[in-house]
């Protein structure tokens, strides 16, 4: 099937008047989204407490979810965040065993980090792999970590701060190997790259729905194997987490048979419009297809960002990147204000400025953010 990107991108306005490169942080947002934002309220102006329409949003997230995963829609929790999903997970693991080590990555983002060592007072031991001198983290340094005391690898999917992507499925060989489970933070990866669960042989997966997934803040998703479910009882918990939700029962704490049991309370009802129309927009457009667009426009931006002798931090070949390509620069606030006056927005973290790209940028779009780097060059220069 041959996808008409160009008639896609006349489906998010703000592309009319900027450059936008900015799906990392937050996503463009899509005429659709917008719509399921005012019949939200709509709903609220004609029914006031629509539970019924509310919970089959939600329960719409949760298939497209597991579409989008490839997995089943009793395998996904609808959490509040990612945050909110690591942290459900970590209340049902136990670290008074041997077993009690949480292998992290160099390259984590701060939740997925700090959430386990905030385990260490429930025993957890949290175990860092550093990068190598070339910046990027090889396998060899995973495998001189992981044993026989790991319980668990957590590991993002894609870099948020230089834009490279790990060796998921070697992480998962070795941790399996040594009896460890895997939980992939996705969220710098989903939407914009195919994530398929049950092929990554991933156990957990998290994410949220504000960046390549099309929605919106305060709602995100936990993906767990269906066969680890029935011995992972979270003690994060609460009503919407429970067998039946209706039984309103006080004398006990009965969990969903499903990953439903690593939710808590009332859903983010607002959020799930935003994030079911969302993912409808990536489902029909298909993530092989988005994948490959995606591939080819990161590809052109780090042969424009070379041309100008400018070369990113991230890695050229295409299994070491996602959708993010990462430019470093000794002021990398002055550079993005400065490429902001020109319309193009883009996000900084270190000393980097990210220009993140998802199906809907055009190579007008790159080509403009090169000229535009290009013009900065004798300012921005990465060694100061
Ligand atoms: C890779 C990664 N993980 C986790 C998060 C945090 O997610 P949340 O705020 O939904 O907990 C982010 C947010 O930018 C992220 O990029």
Not at 162 to 180: E, F, K, S, T, Y
Not at 356 to 373: G, K, L, P, W
Request: aromatic share 8%; charged share 20%.
């Amino acid at each position: 099937m041959t996808i008409n990107f160009e008639a896609l991108r006349r489906r998010f306005p703000v592309l009319e008047r900027k450059v936008y490169l900015n799906s990392g942080s937050y996503c463009a947002l899509a005429d659709t989204v917008r719509d399921a934002f005012n019949s939200y309220m709509d709903d609220r102006l004609a029914v006031g407490a629509n539970w019924d329409v509310w919970i089959t949003k939600n329960e719409a997230v949760r298939a497209g979810m597991a579409q989008v995963l490839r997995a089943t829609p009793d395998e996904i929790a609808v959490t509040a965040s990612a945050s909110a999903g690591i942290n459900a997970l970590a209340s049902a693991l136990e670290f008074t065993g041997p077993r009690n080590r949480v292998i992290v990555s160099d390259f984590e983002f701060p939740t997925s980090a700090q959430i386990w060592h905030a385990q260490e007072r429930r025993g957890a031991r949290v175990v860092h792999v550093p990068r190598a001198p070339d910046g990027y983290i090889p396998l060899e340094n995973f495998a001189r970590l992981i044993d026989d005391r790991t319980q668990l690898v957590a590991v993002t999917h894609v870099c948020f701060r230089n834009g490279a992507r790990l060796d998921i499925p070697g992480i998962v060989r070795l941790a399996h190997a040594q009896g460890a489970r895997v939980l992939l933070d996705s969220y710098q990866a989903v939407g914009a790259l195919t994530v398929d669960a049950p092929v990554l042989d991933v156990d957990f997966v998290v994410g949220g729905m504000l960046k390549y997934l099309l929605g919106t803040a305060g709602i995100g998703f936990l993906y767990v194997r269906a066969g680890l479910i029935p011995d992972l009882v979270p003690s994060n918990s609460g009503w919407f987490a429970q067998q039946d939700i209706a039984a309103m029962d006080i004398t006990a704490n009965r969990p969903s048979a499903s990953a439903r049991r690593f939710e808590a309370g009332t859903p983010p009802v607002a959020n799930s419009y935003a994030a079911d129309a969302g993912l409808k927009i990536i489902l029909e457009t298909g993530t092989d297809e988005i994948e490959a667009r995606i591939r080819a426009l990161t590809r052109r931006c780090m042969e424009g960002l070379e041309s100008i002798g400018w070369s990113s931090v991230t890695p050229a070949q295409d299994v070491r990147r996602g959708p993010m390509v990462a430019v470093p620069s000794c002021d990398a606030a002055g550079l993005f204000a400065r490429l902001m006056e020109q319309d193009i927005v883009t996000s900084y973290r270190d000393n980097n400025i990210r220009a993140t790209c998802h199906f809907y940028n055009s190579e007008e779009d790159i080509d403009r953010f090169v000229a535009a780097m290009a013009g900065h060059r004798e300012r921005f220069r990465a060694v100061c």
